[in-house]
T-cell receptor, first 111, second 115 residues
Framework: QQPVQSPQAVILREGEDAVINCSSS?????VHWYRQKHGEAPVFLMI?????EQKGHEKISASFNEKKQQSSLYLTASQLSYSGTYFC????????????FGSGTKLNVKP | GAVVSQHPSWVICKSGTSVKIECRSL??????MFWYRQFPKQSLMLMAT?????????EQGVEKDKFLINHASLTLSTLTVTSAHPEDSSFYIC???????????FGPGTRLTVT
């Protein structure tokens, strides 16, 4: 049930790009992306619902593939504030109200 | 809008006692609330899903007699950890969802330490 997330950790210099992947063995209803800072609750980034959808806000964007089993989060021109752990959360196409998080990707942006 | 609060923010209790955590949706009616547990450096694990007025649905491996969930109203859900043990020490986070909407809104979390 838990989606597979990769990579586990990324170290970047300010201004560099990163891609985080999230995949499921089954079709999904939705993919949610969150960023969590140490000791805090996750902060919502975006949701993808439609196969083939891409959306973004400022320099963070995400895509959801046509089969709705895989999503990627793109961080471009990273800033120090992007540091944290990124989680994808998935809801199954036939299992609504069951929400499972990936194992997380720890992103460390250095000056 | 869409603010979820949790109370308390942190709690330290002795082994064997019970602890209640409240989750409130402040500006919307949450037909569904989720409870998660997060151990250090690990992901969030869904414990249970509760719908207002009905019994919570627990995930496999979560003891329903130990983690009592009550979703008494559209704005309040409570999680009671009964007979807490040190291994129950964790970060407990709730989230809330409005019927017909995809988004879920997270509370700030409650850090439970059992001594």
């Amino acid at each position: 049930q838990q989606p597979v997330q990769s990579p586990q950790a990324v170290i970047l210099r300010e201004g560099e790009d990163a891609v985080i992947n999230c995949s499921s063995s089954k079709a999904l209803y939705s993919v949610h992306w969150y960023r969590q800072k140490h000791g805090e609750a996750p902060v919502f980034l975006m949701i993808l619902l439609k196969g083939g959808e891409q959306k973004g806000h400022e320099k963070i964007s995400a895509s959801f593939n046509e089969k709705k089993q895989q999503s990627s989060l793109y961080l471009t021109a990273s800033q120090l504030s992007y540091s944290g752990t990124y989680f994808c959360g998935t809801e199954g196409a036939y299992n609504f109200n069951k929400f499972y998080f990936g194992s997380g990707t720890k992103l460390n942006v250095k000056p | 809008g869409a603010v979820v609060s949790q109370h308390p923010s942190w709690v330290i209790c002795k082994s064997g006692t019970s602890v209640k955590i409240e989750c409130r949706s402040l500006d919307f009616q949450a037909t569904t609330m989720f409870w998660y547990r997060q151990f250090p450096k690990q992901s969030l694990m869904l414990m249970a899903t509760s719908n207002e007025g009905s019994k919570a649905t627990y995930e496999q491996g979560v003891e329903k007699d130990k983690f009592l969930i009550n979703h008494a109203s559209l704005t309040l859900s409570t999680l009671t950890v009964t007979s807490a043990h040190p291994e129950d020490s964790s970060f407990y986070i709730c989230s809330a969802r409005l019927a017909g909407y995809v988004e879920q809104y997270f509370g700030p979390g409650t850090r439970l330490t059992v001594t």
